[in-house]
């Protein structure tokens, strides 16, 4: 099972009940609603975090949401979508906080394995490991070399889970240009893996 799956398994497992993705927050009583969003989605929120920006970060990052999420618990309307795109929409808000520390990660590691496979000789023993470096190096460069929004998209719905319509809550924008984004990027990631590959081959 890859690390997607892995995320989608445990996000199916802590899955809420019908009634509790849309919760009355602004006449809920504050200290029941958020103990119960928190035990809900405070993991798999945690786990989109890390991704992005690590471990640390994302523990203070979880609690931010949630602090702010109750501060603007006004703000959140049931009728319009269940609450988890809401609090990733606040949790992303607060990653775009963090992204320029998160694109030099990306450039960071890909520079990393790029030295790796430099420093390597090519034994019969290695080539798996070098090739899953090449490609996680390539891989890093391509994330670094999207755009904010592209980035949000693609993450949400890859790491977090997130279906099109959840993604739109979360960035505030049309289900229709989430689409539009996704199948943007997918496919600027392939041109761009596709080229280091035949810049590598040449």
Same mark, same amino acid.
């Given at each position: 099972?890859?690390?997607?799956?892995?995320?989608?398994?445990?996000?199916?497992?802590?899955?809420?009940?019908? =009634? /509790?993705?849309?919760? =009355?927050? *602004?006449? +809920?009583?504050? +200290? *029941?609603?958020?103990?119960?969003?928190?035990?809900?989605?405070?993991?798999? $929120?945690?786990?989109?975090?890390?991704?992005?920006?690590?471990?640390?970060?994302?523990?203070?990052?979880?609690?931010?949401?949630? &602090?702010?999420?109750?501060?603007?618990?006004?703000?959140?309307?049931?009728?319009?979508?269940?609450?988890?795109?809401?609090?990733?929409?606040?949790?992303?808000? $607060?990653?775009?906080?963090?992204?320029?520390? /998160?694109?030099?990660?990306?450039? *960071?590691?890909?520079?990393?394995?790029?030295?790796?496979?430099?420093?390597?000789?090519?034994?019969?023993?290695?080539?798996?490991?070098?090739?899953?470096?090449?490609?996680?190096?390539? &891989?890093?460069?391509? &994330?670094?070399?999207?755009?904010?929004?592209?980035?949000?998209?693609?993450?949400?719905?890859?790491? *977090?889970? &997130?279906?099109?319509?959840?993604?739109?809550?979360?960035?505030?924008?049309?289900?229709?240009?989430?689409?539009?984004? $996704?199948?943007?990027?997918?496919?600027? $990631?392939?041109?761009?893996?596709?080229?280091? /590959? /035949?810049?590598?081959?040449?």
């Amino acid at each position: 099972m890859n690390r997607i799956e892995e995320r989608r398994a445990d996000q199916e497992q802590r899955a809420p009940d019908a =009634d /509790e993705t849309r919760p =009355d927050l *602004a006449n +809920a009583e504050p +200290a *029941a609603a958020f103990a119960a969003l928190f035990d809900t989605y405070a993991h798999a $929120l945690r786990g989109y975090l890390a991704g992005r920006v690590g471990v640390d970060v994302a523990d203070d990052l979880v609690a931010e949401t949630f &602090l702010v999420a109750l501060r603007r618990r006004a703000s959140y309307d049931p009728t319009q979508a269940p609450v988890r795109g809401w609090l990733y929409g606040i949790a992303t808000n $607060l990653v775009r906080n963090h992204v320029r520390t /998160e694109v030099r990660g990306y450039r *960071a590691s890909a520079r990393v394995f790029a030295l790796r496979e430099a420093g390597t000789d090519h034994d019969g023993q290695i080539v798996d490991r070098l090739d899953a470096q090449r490609h996680t190096r390539r &891989l890093a460069d391509g &994330l670094a070399g999207l755009t904010e929004q592209e980035r949000d998209v693609l993450l949400l719905t890859s790491w *977090a889970g &997130l279906e099109p319509t959840e993604v739109a809550v979360a960035l505030g924008v049309p289900a229709s240009t989430v689409r539009s984004r $996704l199948h943007r990027v997918r496919h600027k $990631l392939q041109a761009h893996l596709r080229t280091n /590959e /035949e810049t590598r081959d040449d």
